[in-house]
């Protein structure tokens, strides 16, 4: 089977850095997606990682662990537009087929 | 550039009604095309994958169905509505020419409630 874990809420203030950490266990794994969500909205991609590391794309940032089943989100310098679900996903292969997280709520505060 | 449309934006529909949704994509050729279901305080959960005309895979058993009769057309459907089918419908599509950047791309949704 298949099971993807991450908090369910998080509370951060303005202008300081976040990690949303997800964890795993699929049978197979080609690569973990982390989409944004806001409230109402469709998800829209943020990050696709395969190799062990970390990935930086301006204020967002994405770690692998591989071997530890282990990835985490970091958004840096927080703005209040940054509320939103973060959703972490795993590609575990035939035909591409992705297995969403429950998604993190995010509150960004002044 | 590509894009994916949905339609309608929002839906109330009564039980055992009948349901249909459609989404389409532009700009792009033989996608992977998705529908998924995200019901309040749930994650998302697929529901059906086509990866050409004609080609539908079912993830769960349901009073559902999906048909793709174009190359980027494809239709969510049911004869009979329940109420656990409320929700929000999202179709999304990927690229099948790559295989690092076979990132999925959600179209805007919609919001299905039945009453």
């Known amino acids: 089977g298949q099971n993807i874990d991450q908090p369910t809420e998080m509370t951060a203030t303005e202008g300081a850095i976040v990690q949303i950490n997800c964890t795993y266990q699929?049978?197979?794994?080609?690569?973990l997606f982390w989409y944004q969500q806001h409230a109402g909205e469709a998800p829209t991609f943020l990050s696709y990682n395969v190799l062990d590391g970390l990935e930086e794309k301006g204020r967002f940032s994405s770690f692998l662990s591989r071997s530890k089943g282990y990835s985490y989100l970091l958004l840096k310098e927080l703005q209040m537009k940054d509320s939103a679900s973060y959703l972490c996903?795993?590609?575990?292969?035939?035909?591409?087929?992705?297995?969403f997280g429950i998604g993190t709520k995010l509150q960004v505060i002044p | 550039s590509q894009t994916i449309h949905q339609w309608p934006a929002t839906l109330v529909q009564p039980v055992g009604s009948p349901l249909s949704l459609e989404c389409t994509v532009e700009g792009t050729s033989n996608p992977n095309l998705y529908w998924y279901r995200q019901a309040a305080g749930r994650g998302l959960q697929l529901l059906f994958y086509s990866v050409g005309i004609g080609q539908i895979s079912s993830e769960v058993p349901q009073n559902l169905s999906a048909s793709r009769p174009q190359d980027r057309q494809f239709i969510l459907s049911s004869k009979k509505l329940l109420l656990s089918d409320s929700g929000f419908y999202l179709c999304?599509?990927?690229?099948?020419?790559?295989?690092?950047?076979?990132?999925?791309?959600f179209g805007p949704g919609t919001r299905l409630l039945v009453l």
């Open positions: 699929t049978s197979g794994f080609n690569g």
């Open positions: 996903a795993v590609d575990s292969g035939g035909y591409q087929k992705v297995t």
């Open positions: 999304a599509w990927s690229s099948r020419a790559g295989h690092l950047e076979e990132t999925q791309y």
